[in-house]
């Protein structure tokens, strides 16, 4: 839309769907002053009288939405966490709204995010180092019942889209690991799901093991035996 590449049709459907679904959205962008987790939980609690059930509540992002208290933005954070651990909480007179906190990444991590790969290669090394990804965000990443670690190759492909990679680094009820490989539009700000993509990062991880094995990064391994007056044959045979 900003370059002028979205055919009209797009557009218009685009809007069709908005009209639709808009109705259902409420955004809350209050001054920074005001923008903390009591506000918050007064707001969603208006929402869940008003529509009769909790809304899904984003928190987009949390470095942003901290109470500040004057404390350091760690402790901002916490308070933070509190109070949306007790949005989400299913019983004792609480509402039990869905809650999805989106986090920045801490400077430190940024090698375990720069690519696709990068990310597939930590989940598959070390799981745990992925949980304390977010920028200080340790007791939201305790609090929560899950957390997933999201990013995109920094090039895009033929078809303009850049190949991504969701891990769940800690899950609760399940077992955490688990990957689901995407497609990201920039030029849309969309995620699509992306078939094939964790095996073609399995492939690629396999194939940097094995250069890595074979003597002087020769990918062709070693030399098979050959016995004297006879053709070459497996070790072991």
């Known amino acids: ?3 002028g590449r979205v055919d009209p049709g797009e557009v218009e459907r685009a809007c069709s769907r908005a009209t639709v679904k808009l109705p259902a959205l409420y955004l809350w962008a209050p001054p920074s002053s005001e923008r903390n987790g009591e506000g918050l939980r007064v707001m969603v609690e208006a929402l869940a009288q008003e529509h009769g059930a909790p809304p899904l509540v984003v928190v987009d ?3 942003r939405f901290a109470p500040g208290n004057g404390r350091d933005r760690r402790g901002d954070v916490s308070d933070l966490s509190g109070e ?3 949005l989400a909480r299913p019983a004792g007179g609480y509402l039990g709204a869905g809650v999805l906190a989106l986090s920045s990444t801490a400077r430190t991590n940024y090698p375990k995010v720069t690519s696709a790969a990068a990310l597939y290669a930590v989940a598959r090394s070390s799981l745990e180092d992925l949980v304390g990804t977010g920028k200080e965000t340790g007791e939201l990443e305790y609090d929560a019942n899950a957390v997933a670690v999201l990013t ?3 090039d895009a492909a033929r078809d303009g889209r850049r190949r991504g990679l969701l891990v769940a680094a800690k899950v609760r009820e399940l077992e955490p690991g688990r990957m689901a490989g995407l497609r990201f539009d ?3 700000g969309r995620w699509d799901d992306g078939p094939g993509v964790v095996e073609e990062l399995e492939r690629e991880a396999a194939a940097r093991q094995a250069a890595r094995a074979a003597p002087n990064g020769d990918e062709r391994g ?3 035996r050959t ?3 006879g053709p ?5 045979v």
Do not use: E, F, N
């Open 84 to 86: 949306l651990r007790t």
């Open 232 to 236: 070459s044959r497996p070790d072991g």
């Open 222 to 224: 070693p030399p098979s």
């Open 152 to 154: 995109a190759d920094p």
């Open 186 to 188: 920039g030029a849309r």
């Open 1 to 3: 839309i900003l370059y």
């Open 227 to 229: 016995r004297k007056g």
């Open 61 to 63: 992002y949390v470095q």
